[in-house]
């Protein structure tokens, strides 16, 4: 089955600067990678998703990379706000699969100190 | 819209003891799923429906069963609980095959004593 690891487990960032967090995964027939933000509390919510057939998507702050060949996304945070301090989730849906059954990495703590 | 409704938000159960988790969705989406979330390992799927009538397994299916009788609620019930069973449960919608993106209910802190 599908596996996603993801790096780091943990990130400290200073406000402003960017964020990076990497993800890779096993099965080559994925082709949908969303990300999604967890606060503390709170149920996941999905910030930015790409699928395979693009290799970047932006929005304003947040811009998602994806490399088929290598199986590894990325998750780019810029100007880091300390309201980005969240755990942070990639996933992959299950290859071949309809209706995104996702498999999840195990979350990135990411904390913005102002 | 409400969205993706959980209940309860807490829940203490004794080890044996039967519950069932409660979520419903008003955006009259075609995919539901439950994901049971623990320390370091993320999400993992428990259960999933494509439609009213239709369930199937994920990752960790064991010692729970679902039923989707109605588009709107899909409720995750725990037979007889285990410790192992203690976690925070999200429910989790999606609209259609080809609509992936998935919208989760606020959980449920669910501790088997």
């Known amino acids: 089955g599908e596996n996603v690891e993801q790096h780091p487990s943990t990130l400290s960032v200073q406000e402003g600067d960017s964020a990076v967090i990497k993800c890779t995964y096993s099965?080559?027939?994925?082709?949908?990678f969303p990300w999604y933000k967890q606060e503390l509390g709170k149920g996941p919510q999905l910030i930015i998703d790409?699928?395979?057939?693009?290799g970047e998507k932006k929005d304003q702050r947040i811009a998602v990379t994806l490399n088929k060949t290598a199986k590894h996304f990325s998750l780019h945070i810029t100007e880091t706000q300390p309201e980005d301090s969240a755990v942070y989730f990639c996933?992959?849906?299950?290859?071949?699969?309809?209706?995104?059954?996702?498999?999840f990495g195990q979350g990135t703590i990411l904390t913005v100190h102002p | 819209n409400a969205g993706v409704t959980q209940t309860p938000k807490f829940q203490v159960l004794k080890t044996g003891q039967s519950m069932t988790l409660q979520c419903a969705q008003d955006?009259?989406?075609?995919?539901m799923s439950w994901y049971r979330q623990d320390p370091g390992m993320g999400l993992r799927l428990i259960h999933y429906?494509?439609?009213?009538?239709?369930?199937d397994q994920g990752e960790v299916p064991n010692g729970y069963n679902v039923s989707r009788s109605t588009t709107e609620d899909f409720p995750l019930r725990l037979l007889s609980a285990a410790p192992s069973q203690t976690s925070v449960y999200f429910c989790?919608?999606?609209?259609?095959?080809?609509?992936?993106?998935?919208?989760f209910g606020p959980g449920t802190r669910l501790t088997v004593l």
């Open positions: 099965d080559s027939a994925s082709n949908y």
């Open positions: 996933a992959a849906n299950r290859g071949g699969t309809s209706y995104g059954k996702l498999t």
């Open positions: 790409i699928r395979s057939n693009v």
């Open positions: 989790a919608s999606s609209y259609s095959r080809s609509r992936y993106e998935q919208f």
């Open positions: 429906s494509v439609g009213a009538g239709i369930t």
């Open positions: 955006m009259n989406h075609e995919y």
